[in-house]
């Protein structure tokens, strides 16, 4: 067991990431070898370097619902709701802010003024909510959500006087690639691609496969627990296509490395090497001490103290040979704070291998 504020660390505010750069490919990279505990400091447009011929590199495909929303309640009453997931009929999984709700409560969406009424209450906080419009749920948001953006980059947009949603959001905080619509967050080591890269990476003979995993809610809800390992890992929606399944099995024989672009990828393949399950729910909490079964490389942006990702890149370098996994973790942290790295979702990026 560990107790959680093991996982805190210093970070000055100037280094949080509050808009992305003006470029995909301007974000840097921190490359580590955990094996000998040695760094490289890159562009990520360097990233091609990493790879080698016959490596694979797996992606998630998910595409980010435009699944937050602003209304009023008919006495002018301000609500905030984040949608969570469509369960027929009209009906869809909300998180609702807001006073004085209750079942058949009717809001307003700003500013499109499109009308949703809340059913039931489910949990605290979290709704069953229906829809006038006829529309899907996921091309109704279209016209009237807003970008889902992490609350500390909203919080600091505030601060600086700034709107919450720029009109550059809705596109960066998507990966090239995502096609599959379902996600509330982005998965955020994939923003910093974009097609030169990876013809890049084609032309060096590296093969690229595909995921879903649908991020959910739970990648902004804080550890509060004192010991890490009791905090309610949240589940998350997978999919591995049998094609890509056969391209992991092809890489292993092969002799290549598996990178992963991301937590949630690494989530994903390593939910499949549990479970043997290419579809499902995953709820794997991965902790200094799991074993790796798919995942020889992970590309993933510079984390939040205190959080399970922090937890996760601490496991998978142990697992490679630094060890302890958290006190490395930490100091290479620290050596990216020292050289000015941008951190969380818009930030820089870190190749761990």
Known sequence: MTRTDEYDFKLPEHLIARHPLAHRRDSR???????????????????????????????NDTWVVPARILAKKSTGGKVE???????????????????????????????????????????????????????????????????PLPPYIRGRRRQEGEEDESSEDRRRYQSVWAENPGAVAAPTASLHFDQSILEGLENRGVVCASLTLHVGEGTFLPVETDVLEEHPIHDEWYEIPQETIKALHETRANGGRIISVGTTVCRALE?????????GQSQLFIVPGFSFRWVDALLTNFHTPRSTLLALVSAFVEHRGAKPGLEFVKDIYEEAVQKSYRFFSYGDASFWE
Request: proline content about 3%; hydrophobic content about 40%.
């Open 29 to 59: 990279l921190l490359s580590v070898h955990c094996s000998d505990k040695t760094t490289q400091h890159l562009e990520f447009a360097e990233i091609t370097s990493l790879f080698r011929e016959g490596d694979l590199l797996v992606r």
């Open 271 to 279: 939910s499949f090497g549990e479970s043997g399950e290419s579809v």
């Open 81 to 147: 709701g984040l949608w969570l997931s469509a369960l027929g009929n009209g009906l869809a999984h909300f998180l609702i802010s807001g006073s004085r709700l209750h079942s058949g409560t009717e809001l307003f969406l700003e500013p499109s003024g499109e009308r949703i009424r809340l059913v039931e209450k489910t949990a605290p906080g979290r709704w069953t909510v229906e829809k006038e419009s006829e529309l899907d749920w996921v091309p109704f948001l279209s016209q009237v959500g807003l970008t």
